[in-house]
């Protein structure tokens, strides 16, 4: 199958490992990664913040970027940005776009996945032959959770890695407080609930608390080091890509 990566702004600026994970693991399944150049930021961003005209033009180049009929799907490391492009993208699109828009909208909303449900729902995987000799606890992001619906996607991934000593995070679905601009509009709300979230990751004695989404990993990640914690963050994508033969860089290295 013919995949077109979507980096999204924080996996570009941020956190490329994640990105380059995603990769690795979709050509280690025997698939061919295409990463088109211009693509941009989705929008979301702007659309949360009441923006809903304004990212026409991303919207537009995110159809136009990944409306190639040779690509047949198209996956991100992020649930938040999935969420966008299947959803927020056509509400733009509808409201502010022209036919040509609405259509190239409708193309690529049908071929858009977060990486999870893409390894489950499309190419039927679950064991994807990594390895990962670690305690992880698993926070599901709420866009993932209640906008994608992905469910137990990310833990069957998580169950059937080798090695892993997967345990369970205490009031799991509860919002870690980061929310985008939300963490800056309500910064002592959001602050209370990266601590109840990060409470929950200790009872867990976790090496590593994963997740989906880039964005609520700096969030919960910035908390644990401003403690001190013994958890470190990472995404989902650098789990699942891990193998014996090119294993993930050793826990005390790489903190």
Same mark, same amino acid.
């Given at each position: 199958?013919?995949?077109?990566?979507?980096?999204?702004?924080?996996?570009?600026?941020?956190?490329?490992?994640?990105?380059?994970?995603?990769?690795?693991?979709?050509?280690?399944?025997?698939?061919?990664?295409?990463?088109?150049?211009?693509?941009?930021?989705?929008?979301?961003?702007?659309?949360?913040?009441?923006?809903?005209?304004?990212?026409?033009?991303?919207?537009?180049?995110?159809?136009?970027?990944?409306?190639?009929?040779?690509?047949?799907?198209?996956?991100?490391?992020?649930?938040?940005?999935?969420?966008?492009?299947?959803?927020?993208?056509?509400?733009?699109?509808?409201?502010?776009?022209?036919?040509?828009?609405?259509?190239?909208? #409708?193309?690529?909303?049908?071929?858009?996945?977060?990486?999870?449900?893409?390894?489950?729902?499309?190419?039927?995987?679950?064991?994807?032959?990594?390895?990962?000799?670690?305690?992880?606890?698993?926070?599901?992001?709420?866009?993932?959770?209640?906008?994608?619906?992905?469910?137990?996607?990310?833990?069957?991934?998580?169950?059937?890695?080798?090695?892993?000593?997967?345990?369970?995070?205490?009031?799991?679905?509860?919002?870690?407080?980061?929310?985008?601009?939300?963490?800056?509009?309500?910064?002592?709300?959001?602050?209370?609930?990266?601590?109840?979230?990060?409470?929950?990751?200790?009872?867990?004695? #976790?090496?590593?608390?994963?997740?989906?989404?880039?964005?609520?990993?700096?969030?919960?990640?910035?908390?644990?080091?401003?403690?001190?914690?013994?958890?470190?963050?990472?995404?989902?994508?650098?789990?699942?890509?891990?193998?014996?033969?090119?294993?993930?860089?050793?826990?005390? #290295?790489?903190?």
């Amino acid at each position: 199958m013919r995949i077109g990566l979507f980096a999204t702004c924080l996996g570009d600026t941020l956190f490329p490992e994640a990105v380059k994970s995603t990769a690795v693991l979709l050509a280690r399944l025997g698939h061919d990664v295409v990463f088109p150049p211009g693509q941009t930021c989705c929008g979301q961003m702007h659309v949360n913040t009441g923006y809903q005209r304004e990212p026409v033009p991303l919207v537009r180049n995110f159809a136009e970027q990944f409306g190639d009929a040779s690509i047949e799907a198209v996956v991100m490391p992020s649930g938040s940005c999935a969420g966008s492009v299947r959803h927020q993208h056509e509400l733009i699109a509808e409201r502010y776009g022209d036919a040509a828009l609405r259509a190239g909208v #409708a193309t690529v909303r049908a071929k858009t996945y977060e990486l999870s449900e893409f390894l489950v729902d499309v190419l039927d995987a679950t064991d994807v032959g990594a390895y990962f000799p670690h305690r992880v606890t698993y926070h599901p992001t709420c866009h993932s959770l209640r906008m994608l619906r992905v469910g137990e996607k990310p833990l069957r991934l998580l169950r059937a890695v080798d090695s892993i000593d997967l345990v369970e995070l205490p009031e799991a679905d509860a919002c870690c407080g980061f929310g985008g601009t939300f963490a800056l509009k309500n910064a002592d709300t959001s602050t209370a609930m990266l601590q109840d979230k990060m409470r929950n990751i200790a009872t867990t004695g #976790a090496d590593v608390c994963t997740a989906g989404d880039s964005s609520c990993l700096m969030h919960i990640g910035g908390g644990l080091s401003r403690i001190s914690s013994g958890t470190r963050t990472l995404h989902l994508a650098q789990i699942l890509s891990a193998t014996r033969t090119s294993p993930h860089l050793p826990m005390e #290295a790489a903190r």
